[in-house]
């Protein structure tokens, strides 16, 4: 089954041509980042009217390199949940335009679901049940995905996002938007005990929270200058990075523990990052778990993953109407 799946949720135009869900026949990304680091973040506007401007050429070209047409695919499938409700407009009411004019099923994909399905293209033996971190920059979730179309939410952020929290402590380290990256390549070269940062204590044992380590980042860097000091940003950067990997990373392996997987996932941007991937590794191998991980490619957002969760939708009858609307916050 062939499926031609676009995602527009925040600022990224993509678009990709997926079969049987496990297999990118192409994934095209357009990104607009570069725009958006002008404004040290995503500018909602500018993202609605990039994605207007780009979606036609973006999924021509999804189409050509997978040597596919219109007409030839099964299903349009479209990000319909969460994100900036303008950008998963465009999204959305293009791809309800291409099912009229070729009389294909809608289906619509929750954006998270989608992160989640990069790994169906990434490890073609993964099969639910297994244990799932969605660490991004809206999203920093555990959830036990019981089948392709079964999840229950078991943890969650109090407040900011694991992403969200990389991208505000880069900025006041001095770094551009986005954040996640920089400090990742910063932290390389740093001490991770340098600075003492705060760990959350909540009263539930998968929930997490990273606003006051945020703010902690913050005080630091204020506090610092004020008296005149430096700080010495790769160190700040390493303990900052720690601090946000142990709170994903303990969380996580308490869920696999109590609830007994044996199968850990992980999904969505900061996924990216070389010590989380490195701590869950660790973490896997101490409890004789496997890890499944996103390459690089599949952890941010990309239109593939929709087109891989799509063929389970569609496999399942959920199959939208014209009245599909989008949705800035959904559970999913
Ligand atoms: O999943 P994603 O591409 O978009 C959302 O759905 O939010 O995630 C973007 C987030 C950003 O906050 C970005 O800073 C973060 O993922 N990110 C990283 C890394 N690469 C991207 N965070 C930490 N380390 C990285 N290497
Ligand atoms: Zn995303």
């Known amino acids: 089954m062939l499926i031609l799946a676009i995602e527009t949720s925040c ?61 030839e695919v099964d299903a349009v499938a479209v990000t319909h949940a969460p994100g900036l409700i303008g950008a998963l407009l465009v999204g959305v009411n293009f791809a309800k335009g ?33 244990l799932c971190l969605v660490a991004s920059g809206g999203h920093s979730h555990i959830y036990e995905v019981l089948s392709h179309t079964d999840f229950r939410l078991i943890g969650r952020t ?16 001095g770094f551009g ?16 005990n340098a600075y003492r940062l705060p760990r959350p204590k909540l009263d539930s044992p998968y929930d997490m929270s990273f606003s006051g380590l ?17 700080i010495t940003t790769e160190d700040l950067a390493a303990s900052f990075q720690t601090a946000v990997c142990e709170i994903l990373t303990a969380r996580l392996f308490a869920a696999a523990r109590d609830l007994g997987y044996d199968k850990i996932v992980c999904a969505g941007g900061v996924c990216a990052n070389s010590q989380l991937r490195r701590m869950l590794g660790d973490e896997s191998a101490k409890i004789n778990a496997k890890l499944y991980v996103p390459p690089l490619a ?23 109407g014209m009245e599909l609307n989008a949705y800035a916050s959904l559970a999913i």
């Open 11 to 71: 600022d990224e135009t993509a678009a990709a041509v997926v079969q049987d869900g496990n297999e990118a026949l192409s994934s095209i990304v357009l990104s607009q980042v570069d725009e958006h680091r002008l404004y040290g973040g995503v500018v909602p506007e500018i993202a609605s009217r990039r994605h207007a401007e780009g979606i036609v050429q973006v999924t021509q070209q999804a189409l050509e390199e997978a040597g596919a047409t219109l007409s």
């Open 98 to 130: 291409l099912c009229l004019a070729s009389n294909k099923p809608l289906v619509a994909v929750h954006h998270i679901r989608g992160h989640i399905a990069a790994n169906y293209l990434a490890h073609k033996d993964l099969e639910p049940p297994f």
């Open 158 to 173: 109090r407040d900011d996002a694991a992403g969200e929290a990389f991208d505000k402590a880069a900025r006041i380290m």
């Open 177 to 192: 938007y986005p954040g996640g990256i920089a400090i990742d390549s910063a932290a390389k070269s740093g001490n991770p």
């Open 214 to 230: 945020k703010t902690a980042v913050v005080n630091l860097v204020h506090n610092e200058r004020q008296k005149g000091c430096e």
């Open 298 to 320: 599949l952890c941010a957002d990309n239109a593939a993953m929709i087109g891989a969760q799509a063929y389970y939708e569609y496999m399942q009858g959920h199959v939208a």
